[in-house]
């Protein structure tokens, strides 16, 4: 595109954000050894860094003129191949747009712009007793997390993007900007209109650029607790799931690990967790209510045959605890050096977890696969992370039909092909499975009101 | 329209739901003492009562040929002229349709068709410790909460149909039937496509005709415990509803009642609550932790000079204390023998409403209108409801008036002119200025995209 007269257009986008701000040909890419034969890194014809919605604006104008693909880029922390760009094109990198506005202590909200980090929002809220609680693993940028309705493990408590986006500012393809509950309002709830703001959540840079968000806070728990628990089978670890839900334990996060994902884990970190499926939990709360969440689970997972608890207390002991939780990925990885990962992700009713579970690790056995699992089992949600050899084809392809197998199991089961990755490139065919045909065709209809030359961020979701 | 042709269509429609399923020139009416004035009574032409999604559709089409508006028809509670028929055409009550489908206790979830009420479904549930929490006051259909984002004294603690809905089946203006998140889906969470289910909460039958919702179910709690507390200003009653949200006390209900509010309780219920500002509280849980909930409360609440708790525990006294709440609309009315009322809705954040509420007040005063305030304080969001005579043109004009000005209020501090009843008939001036012309303009692509004829429940909402 480069030499077919993109050059013409770089002087146009130069004079927006200076000579600084352009740079053609230079790829975009995340390297934590993401499996490029699943998603192949395909590099922008140029990239942009925006300081500010106006020139945001102004640069959407310049690809719309020119028909040229417009990719936002938050972190590339995403999961399905979001922000490569497919059709060539400019990619949108936001990430000089970085500042936190508006806290809003009384009302627990805050307004922050598409370079802000969900790390670096809990940093600067540390002094307010306020905190945003969405952890999809990944430092993300939060923007990026709205646009690709991102969740994590603390969803079981505190919902997802979904419920915690009071407002956007978007980029339109044409350049327009829109404040999806219009400018400036932060209300808890409101019912004026058409929701804006849920149709630009998780529509994954196909709708426009998010170039600000409002996000609802929360009181920093008085006290947390966590705990590890194993368990004979992965029956009774979702029962013990089932349970503690039923009985109204306001349980902050509940993640399931298999015994492959464990024994990785304790040999990537030098753990010596018993080789058996497992609930990393935890608890927040003021310090009596959480002895009393504490008790009614312990009642819980030993009825199901759960074994004691492994406590976590302290700040450093719980962070500990949860850093193997969260480097179940680099664990993954570490099980075959030189090997690349694919993590999947699919969701079903809580009761169809254990059925789903034990077919896929079923699956993985007699497919000769690695695919370790890791899960938020609250939400009915789950992961394999599926560590392969890029250059063994063969096994690529077992991947590739594994993963497929796996979302067609979830849609059996009254289940969704993503639960929090999103679609990206990999899974539009599987979207259309899910959704039927008429769902589709009013998905397609939205997207060609809204981009009607189909430029931002094509080839992703439908 | 039935003199110009309508009567040619009236054998298409009898042939789908018989004689008796279509009724002409009958008004649908509410009739609980609502004032026309505010929103006067439109009847369709046509009445029809369709038993299946499948007559829906067939009956759709039959409007789409011939071009005849179509006014989706549940309970009739709406507040906002959601269901008049100003362009005449066919109402479609869907009362017929009335069945609890597929509870799944285990995975804390039921599909329900549209002539089931959120009483009736949860009398349904009864046995199951299960129960459905969204109460907006009025026995409404689940089915029309979900076309109107219909929220109420609980959404506090859990949400309003925004975050309740997991699925929808919608007939759209041309008889398409689709799922929102795919036929049968009924995940707690997905990133598949575009959120069509928050498209279509909320969209007023404008979008299209639900005719199935699946529903978030929660577990009955252990306990639950109520109380009233008086206080010295508005200031105090929500200074202390910020702390007890601050302190993450999980409350249940916060409602806050003017002194106004209260008086006219008192004499509805023969009650002698103190003529104050006061905050009726109810507490969710296990004993244990209600216990420490309402100690955390208590001190909230006596720190900002409130009074002492005035207690319901008991199933009866509790129901004898939310009667008073739920009554106010009648308690309203009856402070004027023989006058109509209206009942007004904005949200602002938290820390506005006692600037709101209080300028407010001095407004009523000002335009001699009784209009008490009684508000879901925990979400900033509250109502007047105005009482007046339907015959005094000029009081009538000085509501009009008046609500319009509250609402701006509320706009003017970063709010919205509905929290909860929706934009209907009467607020679409309120809604383009909220929102700003582009987003309107985005609403307006997105309407007629789904429904270019403008056939599903015209002149409603943009």
Same mark, same amino acid.
Not at 112 to 134: C, H, I, M, Q
Not at 346 to 375: F, M, Y
């Given at each position: ?291 009393? *969440? ?149 998905? *397609? ?18």
């Amino acid at each position: 595109m480069i030499e077919s007269g993109l050059e013409r257009v770089i002087p146009a986008f130069r004079s927006v954000c200076g000579e600084d701000g352009v740079s053609l040909s230079e790829a975009v890419r995340e390297q934590h050894g993401r499996d490029e034969s699943v998603h192949r890194c395909c590099p922008p014809d140029v990239v942009v860094w925006p300081r500010s919605v106006e020139e945001v604006s102004a640069l959407a104008k310049i690809c719309h003129h020119h028909c040229l693909p417009i990719i936002p880029f938050g972190t590339g922390t995403g999961l399905e191949g979001g922000v490569g760009a497919v059709e060539g094109g400019v990619c949108f990198s936001l990430r000089n747009m970085d500042r936190v506005l508006d806290v809003h202590q009384e009302d627990f909200d805050v307004t922050v712009e598409p370079g802000v980090t969900r790390k670096a929002l809990n940093s600067y809220l540390r002094d307010t007793g306020l905190w945003f609680p969405v952890d999809p693993g990944a430092d993300a940028s939060l923007c990026g997390m709205a646009a690709t309705s991102a969740s994590g493990t603390n969803a079981v408590r505190y919902g997802t993007m979904r419920e915690n986006v009071l407002n956007l500012e978007v980029v339109l393809a044409d350049g327009t900007i829109i404040h999806t509950a219009g400018r400036g309002r932060r209300t808890r709830k409101t019912s004026a209109g058409y929701n804006l703001t849920n149709l630009f959540v998780g529509s994954e840079g196909t709708l426009g650029l998010i170039t600000k968000t409002t996000l609802r806070l929360y009181g920093v728990p008085e006290a947390m607790v966590s705990a590890v628990c194993t368990f004979p089978s992965v029956q009774a670890a979702v029962d013990s799931t089932v349970q503690v839900l039923q009985a109204g334990v306001p349980i902050a996060r509940i993640e399931f690990l298999d015994d492959v994902m464990i024994d990785a884990c304790n040999r990537f970190n030098s753990l010596s967790y018993p080789v058996a499926p497992t609930l990393f939990l935890e608890f927040h709360g003021s310090e009596k209510s959480l002895e009393e *969440q504490v008790t009614v689970t312990e009642e819980i997972t030993r009825d199901n045959s759960g074994s004691d608890f492994n406590w976590a207390r302290d700040a450093e002991t719980r962070g500990r605890l949860w850093k193997a939780r969260h480097d179940a990925w680099y664990a993954a990885l570490a099980l075959r050096p030189g090997c690349k990962a694919y993590s999947t992700d699919v969701c079903v009713p809580l009761s169809h977890l254990p059925q789903i579970i034990v077919e896929t690790k079923e699956d993985l056995v007699l497919n000769r696969l690695t695919g370790p699992i890791a899960g938020h089992v609250g939400d009915g949600n789950f992961h394999c992370i599926m560590v392969m050899d890029p250059n063994d084809q063969d096994e690529v392809t077992r991947v590739q039909e594994f993963t497929e197998r796996l979302a067609r199991r979830a849609l059996a089961l009254d289940g969704t092909c993503t639960g929090e990755h999103g679609v990206g490139l990999g899974k539009r065919a599987l979207l259309r499975e899910e959704m039927g045909p008429m769902a589709i065709e009013v998905m *397609q209809g939205l997207k060609a009101t809204l981009d009607p030359k189909n430029l931002m961020n094509p080839g992703k979701v439908l």
